[in-house]
C-alpha cells in the first residue's frame, strides 16, 4: 500500500529551524518525483518544493534560500529543512508523490499525506 | 507566474443539488488542470486529473470539464461527505504549480 507519513512539525520561535520528514512507503522516494505543499491557518493550498527523481530541486520564492528539501533512500524518507522560520511560515505542511510527471497534462499529486503543523511564535 | 482564480469562494446548497465551481487561469494551461479535495484533518484527496480524468475510486457524482484557461468541477447530487474545500491547480507551470484559492462547499 502506497502511504506518505509526515512527522517532526511543532512549536518553534521565529528564526529558528525545524527539520520535516515524510516517511514513504509502497514506492522508493527516490525514484519518484516529490513535493511539499502548505496551508496556513484559514488560507488555501501553497506549492512549496519539488524534488526530480534526477535530485534537482526547486522552491517557491517564499522559501527559496530558508528551505533545503532532500532525501534519504536507506529510509525512504523525504524531508524539509526550515531555516530562518518566520511567522508566516505557520501552516500544516503536506508532502505528496507527483505522478506521471512526463506525461503531459496527467502530471498530479497523488497521494497526499495528512500533514504536520508547524507553528513559529515567540 | 500562472494565477489560479476560483470561484465563488464559498457555496451553501442542500443534499441532492447539483454543484459547479469554476477555476480560471490567467493563460492557456490547456488540459494541465486537477481538482483537490480537503477536509479538515484528512488526507487531502486527488478528484479529477487532466481536466475531466476520474482518479480512480472517487464517486462518478464528481466531473471536471473544460480546456485552455475556464475549468468545471460538477458535483451531481451534493451528499453530506461532500463538505469540504476544493481548490483546482495548475501543472502547467513546472515547477510552480499553483493552486486556486479554493471554494468551501457546506450543506
Known amino acids: 500500500e502506497v502511504e506518505l507519513v509526515e512527522s517532526g512539525g511543532g512549536l518553534v520561535q521565529p528564526g529558528g529551524s525545524l527539520r520535516l520528514s515524510c516517511a514513504v512507503s509502497g514506492f522508493s522516494v527516490s525514484d519518484r518525483y516529490m513535493t511539499w505543499v502548505r496551508q496556513a491557518p484559514g488560507k488555501g493550498l501553497e506549492w512549496v518544493s519539488t524534488i526530480y527523481a534526477g535530485g534537482s530541486t526547486y522552491y517557491a520564492d517564499s522559501v527559496k534560500g530558508r528551505f533545503t528539501v532532500s532525501r534519504d533512500k536507506s529510509k525512504n524518507t523525504l524531508f524539509l529543512q526550515m531555516k530562518s522560520l518566520r511567522a508566516d511560515d505557520t501552516a500544516v505542511y503536506f508532502c505528496a508523490r507527483i505522478l506521471d510527471f512526463w506525461s503531459g497534462y496527467y502530471r498530479r499529486l497523488d497521494p ?10 515567540s | 507566474d500562472i494565477q489560479m482564480t476560483q470561484s465563488p469562494s464559498s457555496l451553501s446548497a442542500s443534499v441532492g ?3 459547479t465551481i469554476t477555476c480560471r487561469a490567467s493563460q492557456d494551461i490547456n488540459a494541465y488542470l486537477n481538482w483537490y479535495q480537503v477536509k479538515p484533518g484528512k488526507v487531502p484527496r486527488l478528484l479529477i486529473y487532466a481536466g475531466g480524468n476520474l482518479q480512480s475510486g472517487v464517486s462518478s457524482r464528481f466531473r471536471g470539464s473544460g ?8 458535483i451531481d ?9 476544493y481548490y483546482c491547480q495548475q501543472t502547467y507551470s513546472v ?9 468551501k462547499v457546506q450543506i
Open chain 2, 67 to 74: 480546456i485552455g484557461t475556464d475549468f468545471t468541477l460538477t
Open chain 2, 95 to 103: 515547477p510552480l504549480y499553483t493552486f486556486g484559492q479554493g471554494t
Open chain 2, 77 to 85: 447530487s451534493l451528499q453530506p461527505e461532500d463538505v469540504a474545500t
Open chain 2, 17 to 19: 443539488d447539483r454543484v
Open chain 1, 112 to 121: 497526499w499525506g495528512q500533514g504536520t503543523l508547524v507553528t513559529v511564535s
